[in-house]
């Protein structure tokens, strides 16, 4: 636990990129359940790893984003819950052994999708218990760490990220999403400011603190910098692949790799321990954002 920590006081680690993105490139169709592929085209799982891995990346994400009881039962899938955590964590193994590279594996929880109360019908408890079950799951897999992501409600955040610390003894990543106002205002879309996210998610156990997705690379840079204006915990950022744009009604990003990949110094600077991407972003991007480190460690 402290070993990743105490590396990332000298080292900028590499994460990977999107996972649905990829997985749509393999033929994931609209309206199935992605982390079923896990047990299903558990090959394919590994593929995606191994690219990530040639790639570049330090740590690797496990194919379970929706892998709590509430999303899994919009599938009829909640009975294969543990199965397909537990799976997912070995895909993501297997494809570290075949590369014999030492590639950390995150085991990576998500939100539940529904709102907690009083806006929504579920409470605080039953959201701490669906995040309890998946922790379990993943840890018992055999995950290195744990990143909870693309988080927007702070109950929910906080639900996650004490499941994560009681149930576990992996180190906890925890991001939430943020938009960027013209006038740099940061806060998620259901009004979480930086300030109050470093606070209650640092109470909550959080070892690490970051955000994904949002909306833009430069605007990421500005998160990054609120949030290590408001603490001295390694930070993590992973941003989508520019702005999502929508052709023929699909939703894609246009973000190269080396626009992507030319915001590493500035994230990096503005106190990002660990550079990777979210939306829109394939081993290309990671291969590109691993280059800049490269080249930032040889000047
Ligand atoms: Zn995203």
Redesign the pocket.
Known sequence: MQDIINRLKKEIFVCDG?MGTMLQKHGLSAGECPEYWNLTKAEKLVLVHREYIEAGADIIITNTFGGNRLKLQKYNLEGKLKEINISSVANAKLAVEQSGRPVMVAGDIGPTGSLLEPLGFLSVKEAYEAFKEQVLALAEGGADLLIIE?MIALEETVAAVRAAKENSKLPVIACM?FDVTPNKDVRTVMGVDVPTMVTELTKAGADILGS??GNGIEQMVEVIRAIRANTDKPLIAEA?AGMPKLKDGIIYYDGTPEVVASFTGALIETGANIVGG??GTTPAHIKEIKNQIERRKNK
Do not use: E, S
Request: aromatic share 0%.
């Open positions: 999107a693309t999403t994904n997705c989508n979210c939306c």
